[in-house]
């Protein structure tokens, strides 16, 4: 039935409360667009996500992921959730804006999104808007955060429009197309100003978090399981040799590493709930489903289902061997969804995700702090644990500098 509702874009739309009030944040980029818009604007974005980009990312992630690591000390407490969003904001604001953004930038946004992030579920689940409108420190704060994080997208912009060096990302691919280069090529309207900017706030605020939750439930889980964690810490010695950074070529070779994040995925998918409307009246199931019908899909629920995947709670990422991956249903699992609207940054997602993961690895085994018990996940917009305190244990002597 997902995959019905995921193949017909045009019956079951972008829409329902999720996506009307990402729309009211992020205004009409790839994420929240309906149907009718999406085909330019996917073409649009499309070419930041091509191989040779997603090669580079990883490569300059490996390096990122290594350095930041390699700041912590043996013994120190680390959250690990802020450590990967630190990461995953630098790894994704690199993507969209290159060098536009330096260290103080970079905090101003990744603040930003955790206020942001922070306040926007509720604001998804709630119908109406007044408890939002009175001024509380909660609601300043995210009217604040939202407001800084818009502001600095459009200085950003603003520089841009001013000339100087020439970059190699997703602004100036959306520059590039304003010009009418790429339109004209096309026959699609260039974007404006207006686009531009929503289409950054769009990638930020979607990039960012899902990514980072996606590496933070990994070493929770690995913590949980020692076994998988052991093989994983032999996997990247053997590859990576020692300390070398990770990179995209490595990836072919870190079959363990990738099935753990796979695992990761399906276990505790970053996405994991999700709304389309009904465009017109249909029937879905023998049910009939008048026009304007919110219609749910879960991911999650998916992943866990025992006729899909037996033993559905396990972490198990050995799942994915190839042999036993053949044997998944189709549309089983569905971690960046289906059809038309399918992530767009999925191959990106996933080697950013396997290069950090290794570089952690190959120095630290993370282990929680005595006396923690597990934190059931929360969900939010996206699911996976808001906050992990966790132990550096170095794996070989750390020098002293
Ligand atoms: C582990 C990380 C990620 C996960 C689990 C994930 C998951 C998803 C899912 C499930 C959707 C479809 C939503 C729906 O059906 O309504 C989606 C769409 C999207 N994602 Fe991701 N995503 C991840 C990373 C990223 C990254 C790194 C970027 C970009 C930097 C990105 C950009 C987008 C965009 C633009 C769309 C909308 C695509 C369209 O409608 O054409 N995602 N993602």
Not at 104 to 120: E, F, H, K, P, Q
Not at 133 to 147: E, I
Not at 329 to 355: H, I, Q, W, Y
Not at 389 to 398: L, Q, W
């Amino acid at each position: 039935m997902v995959h019905q509702v995921l193949m017909d874009p045009h019956t079951y739309d972008k829409g329902g409360p999720l996506f009307d009030r990402l729309r009211a944040l992020m205004g009409d980029g790839l994420v929240t667009c309906r149907q009718d818009a999406h085909r330019r604007q996917r073409r649009l974005v499309q070419p930041a996500f091509r191989p040779a980009r997603v090669a580079e990312h990883a490569r300059l992630t490996g390096q990122e992921a290594r350095a930041a690591s390699r700041a912590w000390r043996p013994g120190q407490r680390v959250d690990v959730t802020a450590e990967m969003m630190a990461l995953t904001t630098r790894a994704t604001s690199r993507l969209l804006f290159s060098g536009s953004l330096d260290a103080g930038r970079s905090a101003t946004v990744r603040d930003c999104l955790g206020a942001v992030v922070r306040g926007l579920f509720v604001r998804t689940v709630v119908p109406f808007d007044a408890p939002f409108k009175v001024p509380t420190p909660a609601n300043r704060r995210y009217r604040d955060a939202l407001a800084r994080l818009h502001a600095l997208v459009d200085e950003i912009i603003a520089e841009r429009g001013r000339g100087g060096a020439a970059y190699d990302d997703l602004l100036a691919t959306l520059l590039e197309a304003a010009d009418g280069a790429t339109g004209t090529a096309t026959g699609a309207t260039p974007p404006g100003e207006r686009e531009i900017h929503d289409q950054l706030v769009t990638l930020l605020l979607t990039g960012v978090e899902t990514t980072a939750m996606c590496l933070a439930s990994a070493f929770a889980l690995l913590a949980d399981h020692p076994e998988e964690e052991r093989r994983l810490h032999q996997e990247v010695d053997d590859v990576l040799a020692g300390d070398r950074a990770p990179d995209h070529a490595d990836l072919a070779r870190l079959g363990h590493t990738r099935r753990v994040i796979t695992e990761t995925l399906r276990v505790q998918p970053p996405g994991w709930l999700f709304t389309r409307v009904t465009t017109r009246d249909t029937e879905l199931a023998g049910q009939r489903l008048p026009r304007g019908t919110i219609v749910l899909y879960s991911p999650y629920v998916l992943h866990h289902d025992p006729a899909s995947f037996p033993d559905p709670e396990a972490f198990l990422p050995d799942r994915w061997l190839p042999e036993r991956a053949a044997g998944v249903p189709g549309g089983a699992m569905l971690p960046f969804s289906a059809g038309n609207r399918k992530c767009v940054g999925d191959s990106l997602a996933v080697a950013e995700a396997t290069v950090a993961l290794a570089a952690v690895a190959a120095r630290w085994r993370l282990r929680p702090p005595p006396g923690r018990r597990p934190v059931p996940p929360r969900p939010a917009v996206t699911l996976g644990p808001r906050s992990l305190e966790m132990i550096c244990a170095p794996r070989r002597p750390v020098p002293e500098s």
